[in-house]
């Protein structure tokens, strides 16, 4: 008995060292640092993304992706807007530091992050990623309709079925993550050099069956002109 006694407390201790150990963050953008749409979605004027659960409105979802190798995402720092440019997910080194907690963080007001696991003291730790650790941080976000995890949405980019927004923001500078219950958890947003700053999450459309097929008469009848004329 004493020996189970032992080997549970062991077990516990073992646990609460690795949780303590994870490295945390803090999202934290306020006003300077939303996050927008290119297409005004949810009838506001500033296009800014809804607080997530709002009635009628379009929700979103974030993934925090970090490197400890690489400071580029496909050899660019620049944010990602709709297709035009390499997601992390995509990307050779880089980290899904969501993944421990399934769905990431959500927007909590309008234009804001928080987590969705958050800590005691409020703060997200980074799965994966030690306390006391630099590395590098970007943030991806889309919508909710496109489906609820990372697989999803690569999946979708690779062959959208329905319209969606997605986007990525700019890489961030080298940030070294807080400690839980030691060191306080490091801010990733900012208006400056090294945090991230707002970006904007943009429309990809799908083209309607009557557009595609009008599209393929279309070039039909091209062909058909040209065979005519030869």
Do not use: C, H
């Amino acid at each position: 008995m004493k020996k189970t006694i032992i080997t549970i407390s062991l077990l516990a201790t073992v646990a609460a060292s690795s949780a303590f150990a994870q490295g945390t963050v803090v999202f934290g953008n306020g006003n300077t640092t939303k996050i927008s749409t290119n297409s005004v979605v949810d009838g506001s004027g500033s296009g800014v993304i809804n607080a997530f659960g709002t009635a009628g409105g379009q929700n979103f979802y974030y993934a925090l992706f970090y490197s400890t190798t690489t400071s580029t995402v496909g050899g660019s720092t620049a944010a990602v807007i709709g297709t035009g440019g390499t997601y992390a997910f995509n990307a050779s080194g880089w980290n899904n530091g969501s993944q421990s907690v399934g769905l990431l963080s959500t927007n909590a007001a309008g234009g804001r992050l928080q987590t969705s696991a958050p800590n005691s003291d409020g703060s997200f730790s980074v799965a994966g990623l030690g306390g006391g650790t630099a590395a590098n941080f970007v943030v991806v976000g889309w919508s909710a309709n496109i489906g609820s995890s990372v697989a999803a949405l690569a999946a979708w980019l690779a062959a959208p079925t329905s319209n969606g927004w997605i986007g990525e923001s700019a890489v961030s500078g080298t940030l070294v993550t807080g400690t839980l219950g030691s060191t306080a958890a490091t801010a990733l947003f900012g208006t400056g050099a090294p945090f991230i700053q707002g970006f904007t999450l943009g429309l990809v459309t799908v083209p309607e069956p009557g557009t595609l097929a009008l599209a393929a008469l279309g070039g039909a009848s091209l062909l058909m002109f040209r065979r005519k004329n030869k």
